[in-house]
Structures are given as C-alpha cells and as structure tokens.
C-alpha cells in the first residue's frame, strides 16, 4: 500500500518568513495530493491540492510542488502570519479508475510561527 | 450549508461499553469516510461508504468495528465492548466524487476509561 514520510515534525519560524513542509510518498499510481490544517480541536480543513498532471500550484500565500519522478511534493508558505500556526497534513491516494479515492496521510508538520 | 456534523464531539464510555459515533455529510455529498486519529499521528483511513452500501472496510480492524450508511439519517461507526485502545479522535468526511476535496468535519474525540 500507499506510505507517506512527511518533514520536519515540527517547524518553528519567525513572523513574515516562508515555512516549506516536505512530503516523500512510495506508490507511483497516487496521482492526487491534498494538504490540510488542522488547529486544534478541529478537524482537518483542505487547503490547497495537486494532481499529477501538474507540476506547480498556487493560491495566495501558498504554493505545492510535485516531482512524480522522484516521488516528493512540498508546502511552500511564504509571509506567515500567527494565524498559519497549526499542524500541517499531506496526503496522497489514487483518484479515477475505479480507485476508492482513499487519503493515506503524513504524521502531520508542527507550524508555530512566532510574533 | 451546515458542512459535515459530527456528534457527539466528546464521548466517555467504560471498558466494555458500546459506542457509536454519528456523520451527517455535507448537502449533497453521497460519498462518506471515517478516519481515526491517534494522539501526535496522521490519520488512518478505516471505512469507505456509499448509501447502503460499504465500499471498502478494509481500514478497519476485523472485531468489534463496524459501520453503516443507511438511505435516510446518519452514517454511524459503532465499536462494541470498547478497549482503552480504541480511544481517539474519529473523523468523518464526505464527498461528492472524486473530482473534489474531501470536506472533514470536527470529529469525535472517544475516551475510554
């Protein structure tokens, strides 16, 4: 099955600096990658995502990078505010085909952007 | 649109007591999941519904876990005779196919005493 690794477990920046959360995943027919945050107490709320007819993604603040060949896709955060401050998922499964459109998630990124 | 409710948002039960759990998905939404969440982990895909009908349960641990969609009212994930291990945080999420995000709700925190 699918296997996410997600980096760093916990990232701690200052005010107004980019914030970049990495993702490696292992089955090559995953063609479909969200990011989540989720505060505390919350459930995850989607926030950006990518499929694999794509190299690049951007909204606002925020941009997502895939490389299918090496199997890796990023979180770019650029100009983080306190309000970024949450834990951050990555995700990857296989949409289409008959697929059951499953998420196998990452063990989730720390983000505390300091004042 | 109310997004996907989850109730309760906290539940206690006693070893061996049964708990279930309850998803309404979004308007509209056909496609229903649970994930669990333990403590400082991702979360675990566990069961895949569709009105009526299981897709794929194959997340979900063969004994005491069970799950339904039923064609009117809520999804529920039902774990009987509950161990301390099973305490959690139970997400639910819905769809409607798979050219969209899945949207999640607030989750029920389980623990089991």
């Known amino acids: 099955g699918e296997n996410v690794e997600q980096h760093p477990s916990t990232l701690s920046v200052q005010e107004g600096d980019s914030a970049v959360i990495k993702c490696t995943y292992s089955d090559s027919a995953s063609n479909y990658f969200p990011w989540y945050k989720q505060e505390l107490g919350k459930g995850p709320q989607l926030i950006i995502d990518?499929?694999?007819?794509?190299g690049e993604k951007k909204d606002q603040r925020i941009a997502v990078t895939l490389n299918k060949t090496a199997k890796h896709f990023s979180l770019h955060i650029t100009e983080t505010q306190p309000e970024d401050s949450a834990v951050y998922f990555c995700?990857?499964?296989?949409?289409?085909?008959?697929?059951?459109?499953?998420?196998?998630f990452g063990k989730g990124t720390l983000l505390t952007v300091n004042p | 649109n109310a997004g996907v409710m989850q109730n309760p948002r906290h539940l206690v039960r006693r070893r061996g007591q049964e708990a279930r759990l309850r998803c309404s998905p979004m308007k509209g939404h056909s496609h229903v999941y649970w994930y669990r969440q333990l403590p400082e982990e991702g979360l675990k895909f566990m069961v895949y519904l569709q009105k009526e009908n299981i897709i794929d349960e194959s997340g979900m641990p063969k004994e005491r876990f069970s799950a339904e969609f039923p064609k009117e009212g809520p999804s529920i994930l039902r774990i009987q005779q509950v161990v301390r291990g099973d305490s959690a945080a139970y997400f639910c999420?819905?769809?409607?196919?798979?050219?969209?995000?899945?949207?999640f709700g607030s989750g029920t925190r389980l623990t089991v005493v």
């Open positions: 990518i499929r694999s007819n794509v």
């Open positions: 995700a990857a499964s296989r949409i289409g085909g008959g697929s059951n459109y499953k998420l196998t």
């Open positions: 999420a819905s769809c409607p196919g798979q050219n969209y995000g899945y949207t």
